[in-house]
């Protein structure tokens, strides 16, 4: 069994059923999440999609292997080859991040809180559990403002987005 | 907040246990025995500093069959970040500190 890459644990002052509601639906997700917005009917084998903010075009996708509102959620996920032609990648670097990665969400009560727990594996190579690293941290972090303010904070560019300003 | 925060604050106020978290971003991951490995303390010292680094949520452990692995967990650190530096902000500083990275690389070289 390979080890998970890549461990976030936040405790964060919500109930488990906004934080489900946080993670399944895509007028959630796009408050906080780069602006993505998730879509799936949540059943076990069901494709998730994310899609740019208020567009059809897609940017990430997956299938969902387990469902457990509001407990556990875990699906495969990787970003779609064109979103990572528009961040500039070549065909060859594509083509090695054409694999499927896995996030499992956690979501347990704990002292009145709920510890949300992020596990990210199965990531191709190091480089890209480096990206997928500074990727999250703002999504979780800008998620539990969400949560315990109302207010998601402003939104901030991807990584990959930022490195293609910079270029 | 301010409680968990000083809980992290204390943690980290221990080169020990910055070295060990160091361990721990360069193999995340890792079984007490490998954690300890090639460590000037004892194992005992190093489960200490790890539990009080647990109790700051700095590591987190994850059973896999019959090993606890310990993780670098970012999260006490994005709070901290999040806290003086801000969104807004977030890219300014990430330039200045590649910045500072590239001409300390090449001032070594």
Known sequence: MSKP????????????????????????????????????????????TFFDRGTDVRTDGGVVLECDPPRRLVYTFRPEPDEMRRWGMSEAEIARHSSYSRVSFTIEPHEGVVKLTLVHDQLPDEQSARDFREGWAPILSSLKTLLETGKPLPPVQSVKEKSQANR | MDRDQDRVFKALANPSRRHLL???????????????????????????????????NLVV????????????????????????IGQYERHRVRALSDLKKALEEAHHE
């Open chain 2, 22 to 56: 160091d361990r721990l971003r360069a193999d995340n991951g890792q079984a007490l025995g490998a954690v300890c490995a090639g460590l000037e303390m004892t194992r005992q010292a190093a489960t200490k500093h790890l539990a009080v680094l647990e109790g700051a």
């Open chain 2, 61 to 84: 452990t994850i059973r896999r069959g019959r090993e606890k692995l310990h993780y670098l967990n970012p999260a006490p650190i994005v709070d901290i970040h999040d806290r003086w």
């Open chain 1, 5 to 48: 890459e890549f461990v976030y644990v936040s405790y964060i002052a919500t109930t488990a059923e906004r934080m489900w509601a946080a993670l399944t639906q895509g007028e959630f997700t796009q408050t906080y999440w780069f602006g993505r917005r998730i879509e799936s009917t949540w059943s076990v084998g069901a494709p998730v």
